[in-house]
């Protein structure tokens, strides 16, 4: 469908990858990330602030965490969108997951989706982060719970779990 004053196109048919499954969807150019994601039944990605300021909607965007609320969904089409979902779960949980559950680094859990991305996407570029390298990673995402003691600490854990896992240490 196009705007009838400027020829624009006012929405269009989007493929997202999400956690490796297509998703084609026709979506209106102002639509975020977030939303297209929530309708898709991703209710995992937390909607929070809605304007970048707390990392409750963070996803992994080919790779690069984004806050969703942030992002067009039209920026996502024939892209590959991984939430905590595709990270894992029951039964096959990542070792961030459990990291987080064995150093309580969730409480009530609403920020726990966004930090635990964030923090994959920062292992992913310093497997051996120091703790000022994790609160630089971090620094987008907020938690009104934990302190952020306990999720250092995960993030640390996982760290040393993921390079045990990879052979280093
Ligand atoms: S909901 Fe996106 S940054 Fe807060
Ligand atoms: S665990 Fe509640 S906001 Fe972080």
């Known amino acids: 469908m196009t705007d009838k004053k400027t020829g624009m196109a006012r929405e269009k048919l989007v493929n997202i990858h999400v956690n490796g499954t297509a998703c084609e ?7 975020t990330l977030l939303e297209v994601l929530r309708e898709l039944g991703h209710v995992e990605v937390k909607c929070g602030c809605e304007k970048g300021d707390c990392g409750a909607c963070a996803v992994l965007l080919d790779g690069e965490v984004v806050d969703s609320c942030l992002t067009l969904a039209w920026n996502a ?3 590959s969108v991984m939430t905590v979902q595709g990270l894992g779960g029951p039964g096959k949980a990542h070792p961030l997951q459990t990291a987080f559950i064995e150093h309580g680094g969730a409480q009530c859990g609403y920020c726990t989706p966004g930090m635990i991305l964030a923090a994959k996407a920062l292992l992913d ?3 051996n982060p120091s703790l ?3 609160k630089r990673g971090l620094s987008g995402n907020l938690c009104r719970c934990t302190g952020y003691t306990r999720i250092f600490s995960a993030i640390r854990a996982a760290a040393q779990a993921l390079r045990q896992e990879g052979g280093t240490s």
């Open 77 to 79: 089409d024939r892209r």
């Open 25 to 31: 969807i026709t979506v209106p150019a102002w639509r």
């Open 132 to 134: 000022d390298d994790i």
């Open 125 to 127: 570029d310093i497997p």
